[in-house]
């Protein structure tokens, strides 16, 4: 199991926009992604309603973890993602 923890860098936070285009990516990740905030629980990586569920807002840390093949590349894929303002993304 690959684990990573990372700081949501995006203006709005996992919400909406940036929960797209972070769960679209976690969609095409080899391995199983789940993310969770501290003292909430683990959602679907790839479920644009669970991340939003979240209440994910920028600054707050999030803990992702991978199982399954490509576990380590999926894991720091995603957290590179996090780790960009989605919000600015074209």
Do not use: C, W, Y
């Amino acid at each position: 199991m690959a684990e990573r923890t990372v700081t949501i860098a995006s203006k709005t936070g996992l919400h909406a926009r940036p929960a797209g285009i972070f769960a679209k990516a976690a969609e095409q990740q080899p391995a199983t992604v789940t993310i969770e905030k501290a003292g909430g629980n683990a959602v679907q990586a790839s479920s644009m309603l669970m991340l939003m569920t979240l209440g994910a807002a920028q600054g707050d840390e999030v803990t992702l973890r991978a199982e399954g093949e490509g576990a380590e590349e999926s894991v720091n894929a995603l957290a590179d993602l996090l780790e960009k303002d989605l919000d600015a993304e074209e």
